[in-house]
C-alpha cells in the first residue's frame, strides 16, 4: 500500500505563490506517475497537473498553463507542485494521487488532501 503525504497547503493572497509537496514514504517516488487533483464542495474533483513516471512529461490542465509547475525531486524523493499567480478560483482541496502505469490511467492510490485558499 502507497501512502501519499501532501503538505504546503493554507491560505495566500490573490496574486502570490505556495508550494505543495507529496511525499512517498519508504516508496521511489519514479515509481508512480503522480496527479495532482483539486475540488471544490459541489464540484467533481478536477486534474490539475501531472508528471510521468520518469518526471520527464508533465500535463497541466488549461486553467494552470504557465502558472503551474509540476517536478520530481530525486534526492527529496518528492514531487513537488509550485503554483504562481494564484487566483481565487484555485482554492479548493487539492489532492496527491498515484499511477502505477501512466498519467492519464486510473488512480491507485490517493493521499488525504490538502486545503488551499486563496483569498485576500
Known amino acids: 500500500q502507497l501512502q501519499l503525504v501532501e503538505s504546503g497547503g493554507g491560505l495566500v493572497q490573490p496574486g502570490g505563490a505556495l508550494t505543495l509537496s507529496c511525499a512517498t514514504p519508504e516508496h521511489n517516488v519514479f515509481w508512480y506517475a503522480i496527479t495532482w487533483f483539486r475540488q471544490v464542495p459541489g464540484q467533481e474533483r478536477e486534474s490539475v497537473a501531472c508528471?510521468?513516471?520518469?518526471?520527464?512529461?508533465?500535463t497541466y490542465a488549461d486553467s494552470v498553463k504557465g502558472r503551474f509547475t509540476l517536478s520530481k525531486l530525486q534526492r527529496e524523493n518528492v514531487v513537488r507542485l509550485q503554483m504562481n499567480s494564484l487566483k481565487p478560483e484555485d482554492s479548493g482541496t487539492y489532492y496527491c494521487?498515484?499511477?502505477?502505469?501512466?498519467?492519464?490511467?486510473?488512480?491507485?492510490?490517493w493521499g488525504k488532501g490538502i486545503p488551499v485558499i486563496v483569498s485576500s
Open positions: 494521487a498515484a499511477s502505477n502505469v501512466a498519467c492519464g490511467y486510473p488512480i491507485d492510490f
Open positions: 508528471i510521468s513516471l520518469n518526471g520527464a512529461t508533465t
